[in-house]
Each structure stands twice: as structure tokens, then as C-alpha cells.
């Protein structure tokens, strides 16, 4: 069967399949069979098929979430191919008892041929590169950020569970203890790394999105791959379009701050041996002493990867908060207010209009109160009281003491 054997149903088809039989008031006359975008298939691609295929939609229904809809028939009811929060779907139509599982099998036949009909739309590199004019991003600032609070999280419950492996008032642990012990370490360990992979995925994205059409180029964008994050965020306003001041100064505090923790995360990913991990056996006359470097918090996180603890990762994560604020604020008024809405979605979508300037599709369904955009912005770029105070007690895993 192909997508084509599938006829399109009248309107006095699908308004006599929603009438209610005799006696009954209310209830459905339509829901979901197969939803979620079956088959991986974007709704843009599956509106094509359809429109080619059948020509312009046959209803007029345009629900809260949806924009289109195609209903077709068969011989045992109306299926309708539509899409819902960005998505696509197939489902039914009518208020016959019963009628969702009287189609999924034709419901099932129609998502395979429309899929067939979808695979064979091919758009090539050249095409994507000539004619791109928007695009959906899977947004590494959210997914990172999300991973660390969940890291986190974790972490407490595993903390709740070793107080009750506390074996004397000297707060030791038994066996089973320490192993969890060194798991709560091990996550504070992920979470402080995935909350510095957010803030580089962040200047990502503005790069992706911002990014002045001169540098739009293979030698460009190579060689901002491979810029230092550093770099990148120093010359934002130079590459990127929008941006009306520099984002940030080398004599901020704040910069000197995430250099700080650029450093960290360089050593920590690079594996390198920081003076604070070497014991130094000395020779002191006739005794041989071992003396070890130690070195104060900087900017009130570790540097030291064996001794991370919640308290390190809290305060990474604020001071990452603090530079996309940052990053945000030193945008043009067109267009700040609008990115501040979507810069922590999971997927941020974007277009340029006809003068080649970037925008966000916002709808009502993006609607912020503007007394909280106002908040979110007005974050203080100081590393203040507030940036210093967690707000909960360290915990230090005792593992973390033999290092």
C-alpha cells in the first residue's frame, strides 16, 4: 500500500463522524494513536509529504498546540495526520466507543507509508549550507545544567543513606559505608564537570546563532573550534552580531573567576598533577619527612579533584549562571528580552527575518511575566554574599580525606 491509496475525507465526512449517537451528550471525537514524531521524522518533513501528496489540509481545526491537519478515511473510520507541540502525530477521528484501537492497525499501515514517502525527501549539504534560514538547537547549556542538579540530587539521597552507616560517635563508617561514600564523591566529582560543559556549550550556541554572516566560512569556523573558551568569550561582540558592548573585561572579577575555573577544569580533564595532589618526600636531616603544598579555595571552588565537594559545585554553577546573564545582558534590546526567554530551553529554535537578523519564534506558550525576565537579568555579576553562601552545609565524603 502506498501513502496515495489513502483518500482524503470530506467535510461532511469528519462532521458526521463526530456527531454523538442519539441520547449521548458529550465526550471525544478525536485523540492520539501514534504520537511523539513516529519514526524520528521532524513535522516539517511529514507537513511536506502530506502537502504533496493531498494537497492544502482539509480541516479547519487548528487546536491550542497544533497548526495543521490532514484526515483521511478508511473503512472503518477517520485517521488524521496533524502536528502538536512541534511534533508530529496520527490519530482518529469521531465519537464512535472504541474507535482508537479499531484503527491502529490502519494507523500503523499509514505511519510506515507516509515515513516510506518522508525518507526519500534528501536535502543535501550544499542545500543545507546555501539555504539555511533557521533551525532547531539541542541546547548543551540546558542538558548540562539539568545533568548537574540531577548529579546533585543524587548525591543527597546517597548522603541520607550513609547516616545510617555511621558506626560510633567519631562519625567512621563501615564497609558499606565508604563505598557510598566514595560514590557521593564520585558524583560531585560529574556534576562539577557537566556544570562547566553547560557554560561552554552556552557560548556555543550564541556563536552558532550569532555568528556575522563574514564568518560564516570553513576557515572561520574552524578555527573558532578550536579558540579557547576563554578567547571566545572575550571576543563575542567581535564575531557575533547583536551584541551592542563587550560581554566582559580582563580586570572584571568575574572573569578572573572563571579563568579560575577554567584552569580547574583544564587540569581535571587533562588529568594533570597539581601541586595540591604531590607529597613531597624531603629529607630533613636524619628524618625523612613527607610535606605536602596545600592551597586555599580560589573564588570559594577547589582545585583539587579528589575534594570536590557540594559546596564546589554550588558555586559553579552560580558563577556560570552569572557569565550567561552576562552574555545575555550585553545583547541589543531587539532581540535580549526574547533571547532570555529561550536560552534555557532543550531545544531553542531560531530563525533569521528578511533583513538577516536573528529571532526566536515565541508564541503564548513562551509567555514569561516580564517582573520575572526582570529577575532573572538583574543577577549582580559580583561574586557576593549570596554567590559565597550556599545555602546548605558541606559535606565533605569522608574517601575524600585520603587524598
Known amino acids: 500500500m502506498k501513502l496515495k491509496d489513502f483518500k482524503l475525507a470530506s467535510l461532511e465526512e469528519i ?154 560517635k567519631d562519625n567512621l563508617l563501615n564497609t558499606k559505608g565508604w563505598n557510598r561514600s566514595l560514590a557521593v564523591a564520585a558524583l560531585f566529582r560529574v556534576a562539577f564537570i557537566t556544570s562547566y560543559l553547560g557554560i561552554e556549550g552556552f557560548i556555543n550556541i550564541v556563536y552558532t546563532i550569532f555568528l556575522n554572516k563574514r564568518y560564516k566560512n570553513e576557515v572561520f569556523e574552524r578555527k573558532l573550534q578550536n579558540e579557547m573558551i576563554i578567547t571566545k568569550l572575550l571576543e563575542i561582540d567581535k564575531y557575533c552580531g547583536e551584541f551592542k558592548d563587550p560581554v566582559i573585561s580582563i580586570d572584571e572579577e568575574l572573569f578572573k573567576a572563571f579563568q579560575h575555573l577554567t584552569n580547574i577544569r583544564n587540569d581535571f580533564v587533562h588529568a594533570n598533577i597539581i601541586k595540591d595532589m604531590k607529597s613531597h618526600l624531603v629529607q630533613v636531616g636524619p628524618y625523612q619527612l613527607l610535606a605536602e603544598e596545600k592551597s586555599e579555595r580560589k573564588y570559594g571552588i577547589s582545585a583539587h579533584p579528589g575534594r570536590i565537594t557540594n559546596v564546589d559545585v554550588i558555586r559553579t554553577q552560580r558563577l556560570i549562571q552569572k557569565i550567561v546573564i552576562k552574555i545575555i545582558n550585553a545583547l541589543n534590546e531587539r532581540i535580549r528580552w526574547k533571547f532570555a526567554v529561550v536560552h534555557s530551553y532543550w531545544r531553542l529554535p531560531y530563525y533569521y527575518n528578511d533583513k538577516g537578523l536573528v529571532d526566536f519564534p515565541l508564541t503564548e506558550d513562551d509567555y514569561v511575566p516580564d517582573e520575572e525576565i526582570e529577575r532573572v537579568l538583574s543577577l549582580t555579576p559580583d561574586l557576593d554574599d549570596e554567590y559565597y553562601d550556599v545555602g546548605e552545609e558541606e559535606y565533605v565524603p569522608p574517601a575524600s580525606r585520603i587524598y
Open 15 to 168: 462532521a458526521k463522524a463526530k456527531e454523538f449517537p442519539k441520547g449521548v451528550r458529550g465526550g471525544n471525537v478525536g485523540g492520539g494513536i501514534l504520537i511523539g514524531s513516529p519514526g524520528g521524522i521532524n513535522s516539517t518533513i511529514i507537513y511536506k509529504v502530506m502537502q504533496d501528496t493531498f494537497g492544502p489540509i482539509n480541516t479547519d481545526y487548528v487546536g491550542e498546540k497544533s497548526a495543521w491537519e490532514w484526515v483521511l478515511k478508511t473503512d472503518k473510520g477517520l485517521l488524521s495526520v496533524y502536528d502538536y507541540k512541534g511534533g508530529w502525530s496520527i490519530g482518529y477521528v469521531g465519537s464512535k466507543p472504541g474507535l482508537r484501537e479499531e484503527l491502529r492497525e490502519y494507523a500503523d499501515i499509514l505511519k510506515d507509508v507516509i515515513l516510506e514517502e518522508a525518507n526519500k525527501v534528501k536535502i543535501s549539504k550544499k542545500k543545507i549550507k546555501e539555504s539555511t534560514i533557521g533551525g532547531i538547537i539541542t541546547n548543551p547549556y540546558a542538558l548540562f545544567s539539568s545533568t548537574s542538579d540531577q548529579l546533585l540530587e543524587e548525591a543527597k539521597k546517597v548522603i541520607s543513606e550513609i547516616k545510617e552507616y555511621k558506626i560510633n
